[in-house]
């Protein structure tokens, strides 16, 4: 019994680009060109680069439908990546990016059997496991996207914004002091 299939993962993976698709649209055009620090990925880029990711699982598990990653180039795969996010977009056009791969990949997710999510795939050598099951290789796409995104939050925070996940949370707890301090 699986108590988490794809319809699960691909939902979660909405809430996910969908917390995602506020923040770039929350982020003035104007502070796309921002960059942290040295040799780090300007909002723009982080926000394609966020866009493109899942492109990768896409062309493992459903073009090439591949059981192992021993042989995959990786580095081959990744470069063209790697240039979508040096390409100048408009806000709108990262958006639109953001909105249309994300709903790309979780559409083809959710169709997904559990026998297909429980496949054990083959990690190429220098790995820290042998294997992955293709479940844990697409949860892995969700898991990266967080991962970018507090970095976007944190950059939010510096051009002066305060992230909408934030405010929603000081909201909720603003209310309920309100309500536990009615007689």
């Not at 309920?176 to 007689?183: E, I, N, R, T, V």
């Amino acid at each position: 019994m699986n108590c988490y299939g794809a319809k699960d993962l691909a939902a979660a993976f909405r809430t996910v680009r969908k917390n995602t698709i506020i923040i770039a649209e929350e982020i003035d055009e104007s502070k796309y060109s921002f960059q942290p620090a040295k040799d780090t990925r300007t909002v723009a880029q982080q926000l394609v680069h966020i866009a493109v990711i899942p492109r990768i699982q896409l062309q493992i598990h459903a073009v090439e439908k591949l059981n192992t990653l021993a042989g995959f180039n990786f580095i081959e795969f990744v470069g063209p990546l790697k240039a979508e996010e040096q390409k100048p977009r408009s806000k709108a056009e990262i958006v639109t990016l953001l909105k249309e791969s994300g709903e790309e990949f979780a559409g083809w997710v959710e169709t997904l059997s559990d026998d297909f999510l429980a496949e054990r795939m083959a990690m190429p050598p220098g790995m820290h496991t042998d294997f992955k099951t293709r479940f844990e290789m697409l949860l892995g796409t969700k898991e990266h996207e967080m991962h970018h995104r507090a970095q976007l939050m944190l950059i939010e925070r510096l051009i002066g914004i305060v992230p909408h996940l934030t405010r929603e949370f000081q909201a909720r707890v603003a209310a309920m002091q309100s309500a536990s301090a009615k007689p």
